[in-house]
């Protein structure tokens, strides 16, 4: 017997098969994960890390701890967007995008306005004086 995609019983079994132990592989990864996580206190864990690597860790958590709400609500046949899980997720997001905004403000270069003004100042003196010469140069070649 064959499928509306015209694969055996078998191939779709197989597939199966191999998505649910894929899937099984995955949650038991996560499981040792949290549960290492949930072996150190939350104050132990923001003890060694930096202000902005204490938002990134919260709101890494944040999201992961909605996303897995997300599937699970799927799993069950409900669909999130009809939660205010979504606006949770979106909020999370938003956040994100603030601290990215302030890694990146804070690792872009600085500008040495003194440095740049001396810089521009003397490009444009020498520019200037390359100038002169070649003015003078063309006055004594006109009086020759």
Same mark, same amino acid.
Do not use: C
């Given at each position: 017997?064959?499928?509306?995609?015209?694969?055996p019983d078998d191939e779709i079994e197989?597939?199966?098969?191999?998505?649910?132990?894929?899937?099984?592989?995955?949650?038991?990864?996560?499981?040792?994960?949290?549960?290492?996580?949930?072996?150190?206190? #939350?104050?132990?864990?923001?003890?060694?890390?930096? !202000?902005?690597?204490?938002?990134?860790?919260?709101?890494?958590?944040?999201?992961?701890?909605?996303?897995?709400?997300?599937?699970?609500? %799927?799993? %069950?046949?409900?669909? !999130?967007?009809?939660?205010?899980?979504?606006?949770?997720? =979106?909020?999370?997001?938003? #956040?994100?995008?603030?601290?990215k905004a302030v890694n990146d403000r804070?690792?872009?270069?600085?500008?040495?306005?003194?440095?740049?003004?001396?810089?521009?100042?003397?490009?444009?003196?020498?520019?200037?004086?390359?100038k002169n010469k070649t003015t003078n140069?063309? =006055?004594?070649?006109? =009086?020759?």
């Amino acid at each position: 017997m064959t499928t509306k995609s015209n694969r055996p019983d078998d191939e779709i079994e197989a597939d199966f098969n191999a998505r649910a132990s894929q899937l099984e592989s995955s949650l038991n990864e996560l499981e040792t994960f949290l549960s290492r996580l949930d072996s150190v206190s #939350y104050t132990t864990l923001h003890e060694n890390l930096t !202000p902005l690597d204490q938002a990134r860790f919260d709101l890494t958590a944040a999201y992961t701890l909605n996303s897995l709400m997300w599937a699970y609500l %799927r799993t %069950r046949g409900i669909d !999130p967007k009809q939660t205010q899980l979504k606006s949770e997720l =979106d909020r999370v997001k938003s #956040y994100m995008d603030k601290l990215k905004a302030v890694n990146d403000r804070q690792t872009a270069s600085r500008i040495d306005k003194q440095a740049t003004t001396r810089l521009m100042r003397n490009a444009l003196w020498q520019q200037a004086h390359a100038k002169n010469k070649t003015t003078n140069q063309d =006055d004594q070649q006109t =009086d020759s």
